[in-house]
Nanobody, 119 residues
């Protein structure tokens, strides 16, 4: 079994910072592309940032220059450093991971972590 678990959400003042973590555990032959998504109330999930297994990154326009995605392949963990948080950033943030085992690739989602920004 594979588990993907986010942590690091919480309440922060506008202009503040948070660091989200996403740790994958279990049967993992290779941890491939990963990404962070947000879901605001009443809306679908939107891609915030993505990182390939080789470290290539991409960002949604709304977070460029403020958020940084990274990963530690030795720890099977991905991070999202969120700086200069704005009142429009609050949402549940989800981690998605593409993980290979038994010669197949599977998509896993974490349970989500709430980010709240106070003005």
């Amino acid at each position: 079994q594979v588990q993907v678990l986010e942590s690091g959400g919480g309440l922060v003042q506008a202009g503040g910072s948070l660091r989200l973590s996403c740790a994958a555990s279990g049967r993992i032959d290779s941890l491939n592309d990963m990404g962070w998504y947000l879901q605001a109330p009443g809306k679908g999930r939107e891609l915030v940032a993505a990182i390939s297994s080789g470290g290539t990154t991409s960002y949604a326009d709304a977070v460029k220059g403020r958020f940084t995605i990274s990963r530690d392949n030795d720890k099977n963990t991905m991070y999202l450093q969120m700086n200069s948080l704005k009142p429009e950033d609050p949402a549940v943030y989800y981690c998605k991971a593409l993980i290979s085992w038994a010669a197949r690739q599977y998509q896993y989602w974490g349970q989500g972590t709430q980010v709240t920004v106070s003005s």
